[in-house]
């Protein structure tokens, strides 16, 4: 059956029948999809000629170090991590200082508008996440990063010099939080260039990080703001930063860029990579991009409000910053168990894990008000961190079994810019309340509903999912047996639909 050789009509037509219908040509070879067909001077067919061009050799696949400079890179990252968000976590620290220090007895809506520093400041963080993961693909880890780092040290510097609320909004709420956007996201991307079977690992050490700042940043704030005060502990704070921007220097990328195959000489992707709208043609990540946000509304308000709260319950010299480092210890625990646990979790069923975080996170909202006792808050916020361990830390999980790892991306940055919605106006509403009724237990009330609403809702996602499943499994057993047809056809050289017919047949001899 050598190509290329005369044969008569009869002996080409024998020929293809005694060929398995599973022989296939070398991989190595290539067929020309053009066909050159001699004729003979009898008319008859002198054979096929298919010329066999060899198949450039594919690339070999990157294989990640798992270790080497990925460590430095890591410990860089776990920096990256705490100060962030170190620093937005001890808000409340800072939001006692500043209503002393621009508060003014006359005003009805301090609390309202001081609130609004911090809910900037964190807001700012999650709505920049989907513009960082464009300059992220463009600029590179590097690059974005430590510019990132050097706008979050402008911003922390400018703030320190401010005297009123106003310019505080812009210097603290805007400017350090896009800084701090555009140097954490890259902190995360990085990772995937140095580790791929210890990914797991590394991503629980360097969250812990922000577990660690919050134990600690809090006693260091409150040391610094009694002995400097607050312009001075905004600029040691400003020595945070600077070592983040010195360790975006180690992000040395290793993946190696994709090529636009559209323009091969341009290093820009095109505008269909660089915005990804096919994450939201799945009906499960739309229920779970917009039941997260709904349940955050309240999230944030302990965060900035509950120092003011158990300052006016238990007095000024209740040692509140325990509360906030109760919070960071165990929410370091939660990520470490609950990573763990999701691995045995099969597929998007990781949501019910989600939403029994949201459900605890609003039920201990809620029971801050009833607690008269300090140990009682003590317990509610070694609760409320364990939980909020667990939500944060199967994000990404759940992503990935919601759009797959090509989307996960992006579906993660659009994700965090609509949570910069809720994260941002609940302390201020929270503070409102405060500053209308006389007392923080509404507020606190209401901060525990949106949680239990979004726990809800997320709990859909399973049920879609499994339909979207079904209906994919019986449109590719519809399409299988199409194609099957169709295969037979193909084989049955030319003699048709009868062949086909027989040979799908299960009693047929043939």
């Given amino acids: 059956m050598t190509e290329g050789t005369n044969m008569t009509d009869n002996e080409s037509d024998t020929t293809k029948e005694m060929v398995p219908a599973e022989e296939t040509p070398l991989k190595s070879y290539e067929k020309?999809?053009?066909?050159?067909?001699?004729?003979?001077?009898?008319?008859?067919?002198?054979?096929?000629?298919?010329?066999?061009?060899?198949?450039?050799?594919?690339?070999?696949?990157?294989?990640?170090?798992?270790?080497?400079?990925?460590?430095?890179?890591?410990?860089?990252?776990?920096?990256?991590?705490?100060?962030?968000f170190g620093i937005q976590n001890a808000f409340g620290i800072l939001f006692m200082s500043l209503l002393k220090e621009f508060g003014s007895s006359d005003d009805e809506d301090l609390r309202f508008k001081t609130a609004w520093v911090g809910s900037l400041s964190m807001g700012m963080i999650f709505f920049c996440s989907p513009i960082v993961s464009v300059f992220t693909d463009l600029l590179g880890c590097r690059v974005t990063a430590v510019g990132g780092a050097a706008v979050g040290l402008v911003g922390l510097l400018a703030s320190s010099f401010v005297t009123s609320l106003g310019p505080m909004y812009f210097t603290y709420g805007i400017v350090f939080a896009t800084g701090c956007s555009f140097a954490y996201q890259p902190s995360l991307v990085i990772?995937?260039?140095?580790?791929?079977?210890?990914?797991?690992?590394?991503?629980?050490?360097?969250t812990a990080g922000s577990s660690a700042f919050t134990v600690t940043l809090p006693f260091l704030l409150s040391g610094l703001l009694e002995k400097v005060g607050l312009q001075n502990t905004m600029r040691v704070l400003s020595i945070l930063m600077f070592i983040l921007m010195l360790a975006g220097l180690t992000?040395?990328?290793?993946?190696?860029?994709?090529?636009?195959?559209?323009?091969p000489g341009s290093r820009f992707p095109p505008m269909s990579k660089v915005f990804n709208v096919n994450i939201w043609k799945s009906l499960g990540y739309r229920i779970w991009a917009f039941g997260i946000p709904a349940a955050l509304y309240g999230y944030f308000v302990p965060y900035v409000h509950l120092m003011k709260h158990v300052e006016e319950r238990f007095g000024e010299d209740a040692n509140k910053e325990v509360l906030l480092m109760c919070i960071g210890v165990t929410s370091g625990v939660g990520r470490l168990i609950f990573g763990q646990v999701a691995d045995y979790v099969h597929g998007v069923n990781k949501v019910y894990l989600q939403v029994s975080s949201f459900m605890v996170i609003g039920v201990m909202s809620m029971m801050i008000p009833l607690c008269h006792v300090f140990g009682g808050l003590i317990a509610v916020c070694l609760l409320m961190g364990l939980f909020d361990g667990c939500f944060i830390c199967i994000m990404a999980p759940i992503a990935f079994e919601l759009v797959g790892s090509q989307n996960v991306s992006q579906a993660i940055g659009f994700l965090l810019g609509m949570m910069s919605v809720p994260m941002t106006v609940?302390?201020?509403?929270?503070?409102?309340?405060?500053?209308?009724?006389?007392?923080?237990?509404?507020?606190?009330?209401?901060?525990?509903?949106p949680p239990i609403i979004g726990g809800a809702v997320l709990c859909l996602i399973p049920w879609v999912e499994a339909r979207r499943i079904r209906r994919e499994q019986e449109e590719a057993a519809k399409d299988g047996t199409q194609e099957q047809m169709l295969e037979f056809k193909r084989n049955s050289g030319g003699q048709g639909d009868a062949l086909a017919l027989k040979t799908a047949d299960p009693e047929s001899v043939i």
């Fill in 251 to 263: 992000y040395t990328p290793l993946l190696p860029k994709p090529v636009n195959s559209n323009n």
């Fill in 191 to 206: 990772l995937g260039h140095y580790f791929k079977k210890r990914l797991g690992l590394v991503n629980g050490i360097v």
């Fill in 426 to 449: 609940g302390p201020p509403i929270a503070g409102f309340l405060r500053d209308r009724l006389g007392s923080y237990d509404v507020a606190f009330y209401l901060a525990g509903i």
């Fill in 32 to 84: 020309r999809p053009e066909e050159a067909e001699e004729k003979n001077e009898n008319g008859g067919s002198k054979g096929t000629i298919q010329e066999q061009v060899p198949v450039a050799a594919e690339e070999p696949e990157f294989v990640h170090p798992e270790g080497g400079w990925g460590w430095v890179v890591m410990l860089a990252a776990m920096w990256c991590n705490g100060a962030v």
